[in-house]
C-alpha cells in the first residue's frame, strides 16, 4: 500500500482504463455496432451473397465471444475479429468445395486472343504498357480501391474465389487445391487467368484511363 | 516489335531468340506459375532472355506482382470505400444469437 496519493491516482486510473478495456472486449453486442459493418463489407465482397455474408460475420463474432479470453490485445479487436471472419471464409469455402466443382475452365479459355498475333506475341496497341503508379500515392485513393473493386466483381465466382484466397488470404497453392478440391494444374489455370484479367481490367479502367488523374 | 529499325545482325539475333523462347502467352502463363512455384532454372533464364527482345512480358511480370501487392492491402481499405451495411434486422438476431 502506497501512502502517497499520486500513486493510488494513477493506479485507480489503470484500473479505469482496463475496466474500460474489458466493458468493450466483454460487451459483444458493442461489437456488432462497431465492427458489424465492416466484416460484412469484407465477407459480401468475398461471398457475394448476403445471407452467406450475415451468416458468417455472426459465426465470426460466436467464434469471438468463445475464444476471448485467448485475445491478448496487441491488435485491435477489429482486425482479430478479421482474422476469425478469414477462417470462417476459408471453411465456408471448405464445406463448398466438397460438394460442388471449383474448376472453371471456361472462363478466358481463349486466353485474350485479340491481345496475341498469331505468331504468339503481343499485338503492338494491346502490350501492357508501363504504370506508373506511385505507389504509394495510388494505395491511399478511395477511387482505386473502387476500381479494384469492380474490377474483381467482373472475375466469375469461382475463379474469384480462388484468386482472393491465394492472394489476400495468403493461402499457399497445395492448401487451395486440398481445401476445394480440385487439381493444382487447374488451379495455376484459373490463377494465370485472374490476373491476366484483373491486370486488363486495372489497366484499361485506373493505369492506363486517361480519365484518372494519377 | 519487329518494326523498329534494326540491322541485319540484330535481326537475326531476334529471330534466334524467337526460336528458342517462349512465345508471349506462354510467358505469361509462366510468370503467372512462377508466382506458386520456383520455376527450373533454364525455364527462368529463357524469360530473361525472351525479356531482352519484349519490354510487355517484362512489363506484365511487373504489374503481377503489383497485383498481387495491392491485393494483400485490399481486405482493410475495402471497408472504407464499401458502403454495405449490415441490415437492421441482421443486426439484432447477431446480438440475440450472442446474448443466448
Request: with cysteine; glycine share 4%; hydrophobic share 35%.
Given at each position: 500500500?502506497?501512502?502517497?496519493?499520486?500513486?493510488?491516482?494513477?493506479?485507480?486510473?489503470?484500473?479505469?482504463?482496463?475496466?474500460?478495456?474489458?466493458?468493450?472486449?466483454?460487451?459483444p453486442?458493442?461489437w456488432v455496432?462497431?465492427?458489424?459493418?465492416?466484416?460484412?463489407?469484407?465477407?459480401?465482397?468475398?461471398?457475394?451473397?448476403?445471407?452467406?455474408?450475415?451468416d458468417l460475420v455472426q459465426e465470426t463474432f460466436l467464434a469471438g465471444v468463445r475464444t476471448q479470453?485467448?485475445?491478448?490485445?496487441?491488435?485491435?479487436?477489429?482486425?482479430?475479429l478479421?482474422?476469425i471472419l478469414?477462417?470462417k471464409?476459408?471453411?465456408?469455402?471448405?464445406?463448398?468445395?466438397?460438394?460442388?466443382?471449383?474448376?472453371?475452365?471456361?472462363?478466358?479459355?481463349?486466353?485474350?486472343?485479340?491481345?496475341?498475333?498469331?505468331?504468339?506475341?503481343?499485338?503492338?496497341?494491346?502490350?501492357?504498357?508501363?504504370?506508373?503508379?506511385?505507389?504509394?500515392?495510388?494505395?491511399?485513393?478511395?477511387?482505386?480501391?473502387?476500381?479494384?473493386?469492380?474490377?474483381?466483381?467482373?472475375?466469375?465466382?469461382?475463379?474469384?474465389?480462388?484468386?482472393?484466397?491465394?492472394?489476400?488470404?495468403?493461402?499457399?497453392?497445395?492448401?487451395?487445391?486440398?481445401?476445394?478440391?480440385?487439381?493444382?494444374?487447374?488451379?495455376?489455370?484459373?490463377?494465370?487467368?485472374?490476373?491476366?484479367?484483373?491486370?486488363?481490367?486495372?489497366?484499361?479502367?485506373?493505369?492506363?484511363?486517361?480519365?484518372?488523374?494519377? | 516489335?519487329?518494326?523498329?529499325?534494326?540491322?541485319?545482325?540484330?535481326?537475326?539475333?531476334?529471330?534466334?531468340?524467337?526460336?528458342?523462347?517462349?512465345?508471349?502467352?506462354?510467358?505469361?502463363?509462366?510468370?503467372?506459375?512462377?508466382?506458386?512455384?520456383?520455376?527450373?532454372?533454364?525455364?527462368?533464364?529463357?524469360?530473361?532472355?525472351?525479356?531482352?527482345?519484349?519490354?510487355?512480358?517484362?512489363?506484365?511480370?511487373?504489374?503481377?506482382?503489383?497485383?498481387?501487392?495491392?491485393?494483400?492491402?485490399?481486405?482493410?481499405?475495402?471497408?472504407?470505400?464499401?458502403?454495405?451495411?449490415?441490415?437492421?434486422?441482421?443486426?439484432?438476431?447477431i446480438k440475440s444469437a450472442l446474448r443466448s
Open positions: 500500500m502506497s501512502s502517497q496519493p499520486g500513486a493510488t491516482d494513477a493506479r485507480v486510473g489503470k484500473a479505469a482504463i482496463e475496466r474500460e478495456q474489458t466493458v468493450t472486449i466483454n460487451d453486442s458493442r455496432d462497431e465492427h458489424g459493418d465492416i466484416l460484412y463489407r469484407y465477407a459480401l465482397e468475398r461471398v457475394r451473397k448476403p445471407d452467406v455474408a450475415q479470453e485467448r485475445f491478448r490485445g496487441g491488435s485491435t479487436v477489429r482486425s482479430w478479421c482474422g478469414k477462417h471464409i476459408c471453411d465456408y469455402y471448405r464445406k463448398l468445395g466438397r460438394e460442388t466443382s471449383f474448376t472453371d475452365l471456361e472462363f478466358l479459355s481463349d486466353e485474350c486472343a485479340e491481345k496475341f498475333v498469331p505468331e504468339g506475341y503481343w499485338v503492338h496497341m494491346n502490350g501492357p504498357k508501363e504504370w506508373k503508379p506511385e505507389a504509394d500515392e495510388v494505395m491511399h485513393r478511395d477511387e482505386f480501391w473502387k476500381t479494384m473493386r469492380d474490377c474483381l466483381a467482373k472475375l466469375p465466382e469461382r475463379v474469384a474465389t480462388v484468386f482472393m484466397m491465394r492472394e489476400m488470404d495468403e493461402v499457399e497453392s497445395k492448401e487451395i487445391c486440398a481445401n476445394l478440391s480440385i487439381s493444382e494444374g487447374n488451379l495455376w489455370v484459373m490463377l494465370h487467368r485472374a490476373r491476366m484479367a484483373l491486370r486488363e481490367c486495372l489497366a484499361l479502367n485506373w493505369f492506363e484511363n486517361p480519365e484518372v488523374l494519377h | 516489335m519487329f518494326q523498329e529499325h534494326r540491322s541485319w545482325l540484330q535481326l537475326q539475333i531476334v529471330l534466334l531468340i524467337c526460336r528458342f523462347t517462349p512465345k508471349c502467352p506462354e510467358v505469361t502463363r509462366i510468370l503467372s506459375l512462377g508466382m506458386e512455384k520456383e520455376l527450373p532454372l533454364i525455364t527462368r533464364i529463357k524469360v530473361r532472355i525472351h525479356f531482352l527482345m519484349c519490354s510487355f512480358c517484362e512489363r506484365y511480370m511487373k504489374q503481377l506482382k503489383y497485383i498481387r501487392q495491392v491485393s494483400r492491402e485490399f481486405p482493410e481499405k475495402i471497408g472504407e470505400v464499401s458502403n454495405a451495411a449490415l441490415p437492421p434486422d441482421a443486426k439484432e438476431r
